[in-house]
């Protein structure tokens, strides 16, 4: 597994705590998960993914992504509605761990009030609640 | 005691390395209060040559063949296996294995269970199968299930043709939940009655077994077609008796959504009703809602051949509550047992025997009818069909008793409205001049 | 230590079934025709499935292969935690094979079918008084059906009082079966982390247990090998608000003759035949997880049960309509029954023996290895141990290089990273029918193996080189399914 130095985080995404990013393009979020859940995770083999035109809440249930003897769940980093999902994980469940950050999105989504993305941590907060999370 | 190797000498030198003096020290973090204090109330250890001679005492009470004619079906049958097969399946190295944790040195058990998988497929017309259920009653429960998971539904039809055995076994699944069983009756032709099944609006799924309960063979192309009349139901065709699809066409080439029942048939012992073999196979769709094991074909890291457990993130041990089952230990020595008996048979052996299974029950069913009893039901059957008796029909069964034949089993403790009816059940294991013996003692 | 106890001899190669035959051939005899055939409607007819055709050699053959690939108890010492992979006497199998039992028809009358009746009326009487419970139902196929089957009990228990419960306590060393099988029953899991020695503390369960919990599913001894010392005390929190108590008996081989489950609180219990009372796993099974209740819950056990009559005849009863219902279309796995009464009959009352004798291996192999692995409870442990990689992670050897590596010591490897309480597990389970030779093989080949992960940890991470595959591309297996052929 990296080291968190060896980690990509980049700049210009939003973290959540539960490993999720998003980040705006134009007034929809695109939502993923960040190099440290994908390290985390090992192999990713399935990605479960919701419905475009689905609602849900912050915190909800969106998805589950497997590796090959564990299941994590993934939440809604923002409320909102979901506009699309990454249909071409559904071949390639491995792009979540090539590229997390962009061929690996997994939902775009409509937020319902867009000023929640300002509520998730930034990079350096994120590296902070992983340093911690280490100790 | 032969099982136990310590010697007296053994164990005083392990009670030392581990700081004990008695064996019942090791036992010091258990509180008194949880302790048994008489000695075990068993009867005094047998030999093995005592043993044979009890065991074969209780077994001798038993009705089996050749002594008894035994004309039961109803989802247990009398077939013969080769003795190559028993022998085979008397394997240590099959039988005392565990579940292939380790693959490396469990490919035995994983090649042939994946080759158990890819023969149900082909039997059934399906897409995957797994690698076995309890029976083929927890199959059909678990199916139902499953079509609950899919289509998000809360009511699942059954047909009352269905092995009644097997309904009380789906009604004690779905009795804690929120969800509903709802049976479908049969018509005077002894198949599902079509017009009776309702609206699908809310149906999860709708199963019927083919052969039925009374041996008919549904018309599982019209029931298909009615199923999917909704774009979301489930079609759930259950069996008893596989054998048949050596002859008939699968419950795949109808447009089965999931097919699943019991496996017994294919050269497993009836044994007094298990263990068996739940069959259970789908639409390749449905695979992440399946429940139980499933093995796949991969490679090791020198690029050889090799087969593994996967998609095990459906199962209780990685996702606990939110498992597609709880079931972890199956009937993988039954399944190993099908798969070497149906190699055994091949492509050519299973039509050749279906047709000759088909070909028994005719003849029965034909001296029946040419006798003067009623044959209750008009619709084809296969293996097993139901005969009217002459009224007091109760003391003509048990004078066959007496002499050793159990004329089929009597239908009105499972059916109420069908007193004198008989379920009668040959194979290929049934001579002509036992059957001809049948006929003659129940018509006169 | 010699590393070569396990060699690779002469493996063959064996193709899969259908890549091999010819059509035409068939390993079976078919019965002589002594019928005309008879008409049938061709619009049911199909084309019979693509089978391949097989002589009786190629099917033998093919078999034998197999067979020789897999590792079993029959090869060696099995150690796998918390599955009791003790040695199943053949005798066993001769007994279930008896034609009176393999042949007999489940739905034989009763007056015909007088022996099996009587073996499962017996069976029951035993493992009641092994168990100390009152009642038992030998309907369940396997542990998690009587988990489910125990479930039902319990919903049915708490309907009757008029107050159905929503959820269960689980603690978080229980097997995936245990919240599995409650959420069939619609329960609700609460999980209950154990306390710093590995157990129940009766302070968190009474924390957690309300009147909307239908009680708690308790495995003891538990996953850590470790007798859940505060049952009793568990138990009184837990009946105190009206709930019940589960007892998984998966690890019953640790305390048969030795603790009395009534005694210790518990209301409901599993066993698994094909754990404690010897009967072969099959590679998965089948097994038969009998469940044995106290007298108050003996009316919800499944039906039929097998009762004697005044008039000394053995029979079904049906008639307990509190009963939740049916668990298998037919009796259970009675050839599993049979095999395990044979092995009762056998021991009789050197089961005590046998399980003092698995929990002296059990120690005595914690006792040897501690140091070497790191343990991280410890205490006297019942019949398994559990020890980690912690030692050897520095070294970036882990539980899963481990387990590869002993498969080429002739060892079939532990139960490893469960229970999922303790990072990196290695949990051993010796049994009773493992000699002090062998066990001490086991502690050396252990020993060799962190001795290895020190100097030559290739060899490990490497492992197995020996057996008929090596390490298996399992992310491949589960991304791209390829579930038939």
Redesign the interface.
């Known amino acids: 597994m990296k080291e968190i130095s060896e980690l990509q985080l980049p700049e210009d995404v939003r973290y959540a705590e539960d490993h999720e990013w998003a980040k705006s393009q134009g007034d929809v979020l695109r939502v993923g998960i960040s190099d440290y859940a994908q390290d985390q995770l090992g192999?990713i083999?399935?990605v479960e993914l919701p419905q475009a035109g689905d609602r849900l809440k912050k915190g909800d249930e969106f998805g589950t992504v497997?590796s090959?003897?564990a299941v994590s769940e993934l939440f809604m980093p923002v409320s909102g509605e979901i506009t699309a999902v990454n249909g071409a994980l559904e071949d390639a469940?491995?792009l979540v761990n090539t590229a997390p950050y962009s061929d690996g999105w997994m939902i775009d989504v409509k937020p319902d009030d867009p000023s929640e993305l300002d509520a998730l941590m930034d990079r350096d907060a994120y590296l902070d609640m992983l340093k911690g999370s280490e100790q | 005691?032969r099982?136990?190797?310590?010697t007296e000498q053994?164990?005083a030198?392990?009670?030392q390395?581990?700081?004990?003096e008695h064996?019942?020290d090791?036992?010091?973090?258990?509180?008194d209060?949880?302790?048994?204090?008489q000695?075990?109330?068993?009867?005094?250890?047998?030999t093995?040559w005592e043993?044979?001679e009890?065991?074969?005492?209780?077994?001798?009470?038993?009705?089996?063949?050749p002594e008894?004619k035994?004309f039961?079906g109803?989802?247990?049958y009398?077939h013969?296996t080769?003795a190559?097969?028993v022998?085979?399946l008397?394997?240590?190295?099959?039988?005392?294995?565990?579940?292939?944790?380790?693959?490396?040195?469990?490919?035995?058990?994983l090649?042939?269970?994946?080759?158990y998988?890819?023969?149900v497929?082909?039997?059934l017309g399906m897409?995957?199968?797994n690698?076995?259920m309890?029976?083929?009653?927890?199959a059909l429960a678990e199916a139902l299930?499953m079509a609950v998971r899919v289509t998000r539904r809360k009511k699942v039809a059954v047909s009352e043709a269905v092995?009644p055995?097997?309904r009380?076994?789906v009604?004690?699944?779905f009795?804690?939940?929120?969800f509903e069983v709802v049976e479908v009756p049969y018509g005077k032709d002894g198949r599902t009655d079509l017009s009776r099944i309702g609206s699908l609006e809310e149906m999860a799924a709708v199963a019927v077994q083919s052969p039925n309960f009374f041996g008919c063979?549904e018309d599982l192309q019209a029931v298909s077609e009615r199923v999917h009349t909704d774009a979301k139901t489930l079609f759930i065709v259950g069996f008893t008796e596989p054998l048949a699809?050596?002859?008939?066409?699968?419950p795949g080439?109808h447009g089965a959504d999931i097919a699943c029942g019991?496996g017994q048939s294919l050269g497993i012992?009836?044994?007094?009703?298990?263990?068996?073999l739940g069959m259970f196979a789908a639409k390749m769709t449905y695979?992440r809602q399946m429940p139980g094991?499933?093995?796949?074909?991969?490679?090791?890291?020198?690029g050889?051949r090799?087969f593994?457990l996967?998609?095990a993130?459906r199962?209780?041990?990685?996702?606990?509550?939110?498992?597609t089952?709880?079931?972890?230990?199956?009937?993988?020595?039954?399944a190993?047992a099908s798969?070497?008996y149906?190699?055994?048979?091949?492509?050519?052996?299973?039509?050749?025997?279906?047709?000759?299974n088909?070909?028994?029950a005719?003849?029965l069913k034909?001296a029946f009818h040419d006798a003067g009893l009623a044959v209750a039901f008009g619709s084809?059957t296969f293996n097993e069909f139901v005969i009217r008796f002459p009224e007091g029909s109760e003391q003509t069964y048990r004078r066959l008793?007496e002499k050793n034949i159990?004329a089929g089993?009597p239908l009105v403790r499972y059916y109420p409205n069908l007193k004198d009816h008989y379920l009668l059940c040959v194979t290929?294991?049934a001579?002509?001049e036992d059957m001809d013996t049948l006929v003659r003692e129940v018509a006169s | 230590m010699n590393d070569t106890v396990g060699t690779n001899g002469l493996i063959f190669n064996?193709p899969?079934?259908?890549e091999k035959?010819a059509?035409?051939?068939?390993?079976?005899?078919?019965?002589r025709?002594?019928?005309?055939?008879?008409?049938?409607?061709e619009t049911?007819?199909?084309d019979?499935?693509?089978?391949?055709?097989?002589s009786?050699v190629d099917?033998?053959r093919?078999?034998?292969r197999?067979?020789?690939?897999?590792?079993?108890?029959?090869?060696g010492m099995?150690p796998?935690g918390s599955?009791t992979?003790?040695?199943?006497?053949k005798?066993n199998?001769?007994?279930?094979?008896?034609?009176?039992?393999?042949?007999?028809?489940?739905?034989?009358?009763e007056?015909?079918?007088?022996?099996?009746l009587?073996?499962m009326f017996e069976l029951q009487e035993?493992l009641a008084?092994?168990t100390?419970m009152d009642a038992v139902s030998l309907q369940p196929?396997?542990?998690?059906?009587g988990?489910?089957t125990g479930?039902?009990i319990l919903?049915a228990h708490h309907a009757k009082q008029g107050r159905p419960r929503s959820k269960i306590l689980i603690p978080d060393t229980a097997?995936?079966?245990n919240?599995?099988?409650?959420?069939?029953?619609?329960f609700?899991?609460v999980a209950i982390r154990s306390n710093e020695k590995g157990v129940l503390d009766p302070a968190v369960v009474a924390e957690a247990m309300d009147e909307d919990t239908a009680g708690i599913m308790v495995t003891n001894p538990n996953t850590l090998g470790?007798?859940e010392?505060n049952?009793?005390e568990v138990a009184e929190i837990v009946h105190g608000k009206g709930g019940l108590v589960y007892a998984d008996g998966a690890n019953m081989n640790a305390?048969?003759?030795?603790?009395?489950m009534a005694?210790?609180g518990v209301d409901v219990l599993h066993l698994?035949l094909?754990k404690t009372f010897?009967t072969?796993?099959?590679?998965?099974?089948?097994?038969a997880g009998p469940v044995c209740v106290t007298r108050e819950l003996e009316p919800y056990l499944?039906i039929p049960r097998v009762a004697l009559g005044e008039d000394g005849r053995y029979r079904f009863s049906e008639d307990h309509p509190d009963s939740?219902?049916?668990?298998?279309?037919?009796?259970?796995?009675?050839?599993?029954l049979?095999r395990a009464y044979?092995y009762?009959?056998?021991?009789?009352?050197?089961?005590?023996?046998?399980s003092?004798?698995a929990?002296?291996?059990a120690?005595?192999i914690?006792?040897?290895l501690k140091g070497t692995y790191h343990l991280p409870y410890d205490?006297?442990c019942m019949h398994e141990c559990v020890f980690t990689d912690k030692n050897q992670q520095a070294h970036k050897i882990s539980t899963l290089d481990i387990?590869?590596r002993l498969?080429e010591y002739g060892f079939?490897?532990p139960?490893i990273?469960?229970p999922l309480v303790v990072h990196g597990a290695i949990m051993i389970e010796p049994t009773?029918?493992?000699?002090?030779a062998d066990v001490d093989r086991f502690v050396e080949a252990m020993k060799a193996i962190a001795e290895e992960a020190r100097t030559q940890p290739d060899l490990l991470t490497e492992a197995?080189r020996i057996?008929?595959?090596?390490?298996?591309?399992?992310?491949?297996?589960?991304?791209k399914?390829?579930?038939?052929?």
């Open positions: 192999d083999v399935f497997e090959v003897k469940p491995e | 005691m099982y136990l190797p310590h053994e164990i030198e392990m009670l390395a581990v700081g004990a064996l019942n090791l036992f010091s973090t258990i509180p209060s949880c302790c048994t204090l000695q075990l109330d068993l009867p005094d250890p047998l093995e043993l044979n009890h065991m074969s005492g209780l077994a001798a009470s038993m009705a089996v063949a008894a035994v039961l109803a989802g247990s009398d013969y080769p190559a097969a022998q085979l008397s394997r240590g190295e099959f039988v005392t294995a565990y579940t292939p944790y380790q693959p490396e040195v469990s490919q035995g058990t090649q042939a269970i994946y080759e998988q890819t023969l497929t082909r039997l897409d995957v199968a690698a076995s309890y029976d083929g009653a927890s299930l092995h055995l097997y009380r076994v009604n004690t699944y009795h804690p939940t929120e063979i699809y050596g002859l008939l066409k699968s080439g019991e012992p009836r044994s007094f009703g298990g263990p068996g695979v094991r499933l093995i796949g074909q991969t490679m090791d890291k020198d050889r090799a593994v996967t998609l993130t199962e209780q041990h990685i996702r606990r509550e939110k498992a089952s709880n079931i972890c230990s199956n009937q993988g020595l039954c190993t798969a070497i149906m190699a055994s048979l091949g492509g050519t052996g299973i039509r050749g025997l279906a047709r000759l088909y070909d028994k005719e003849y034909t084809p008793l159990v089993l290929e294991t001579s002509k | 064996e899969l079934l259908w035959g059509p035409g051939r068939t390993g079976f005899s078919m019965p025709r002594d019928v005309e055939p008879a008409a049938l409607d049911l007819a199909g019979g499935p693509d089978f391949p055709d097989l009786e099917v033998v093919h078999y034998v197999l067979s020789q690939w897999n590792f079993s108890v029959d090869s099995y796998l599955c992979m003790k040695y199943n006497p005798t199998e001769r007994q279930a094979s008896l034609p009176g039992f393999a042949g007999a028809h489940p739905l034989l009358p007056e015909l079918a007088q022996g099996a009587q073996l035993y008084r092994i100390g196929a396997a542990g998690a059906h988990e489910l479930m039902l919903h097997h995936g079966t919240p599995a099988s409650a959420s069939l029953c619609g609700h899991s470790l007798f010392e049952i009793r305390v048969m003759g030795v603790v009395n005694d210790s698994n094909h010897s072969p796993h099959g590679g998965g099974g089948p097994g499944p939740v219902g049916k668990m298998h279309a037919f009796h259970g796995n009675f050839g599993i049979v044979s009762i009959r056998s021991m009789g009352g050197h089961l005590k023996k046998a003092q004798l929990v002296l291996n120690n005595y914690k006792e040897k205490r006297p387990a590869k498969m079939h490897p139960t990273y469960f009773e029918t493992e000699c002090k197995p057996p008929k595959v090596r390490r298996l591309d399992e992310v491949t297996a589960a991304r399914p390829c579930l038939s052929g």
